[in-house]
């Protein structure tokens, strides 16, 4: 089963990204992406 999680902007916290993972894994998600907010690449972090 896998579950929509959002990714978030590590410097202005907007909420930018949408993704699905697995429900076994535990990990933590951080990617480097593109902020429009922000106007630069960030790093962005997993929230529920």
Same mark, same amino acid.
């Given at each position: 089963m896998?579950? !929509?999680? #959002?990714l978030?902007?590590?410097e202005c916290l907007a909420r930018n990204y949408t993704t699905s993972i697995? !429900?076994?894994?535990? !990990?933590? #998600?951080t990617f480097n992406k593109y902020c429009p907010h922000c106007g630069k690449h960030t790093l962005h972090k997993m929230s529920k």
């Amino acid at each position: 089963m896998r579950e !929509k999680v #959002l990714l978030i902007c590590s410097e202005c916290l907007a909420r930018n990204y949408t993704t699905s993972i697995n !429900k076994d894994s535990a !990990k933590q #998600l951080t990617f480097n992406k593109y902020c429009p907010h922000c106007g630069k690449h960030t790093l962005h972090k997993m929230s529920k």
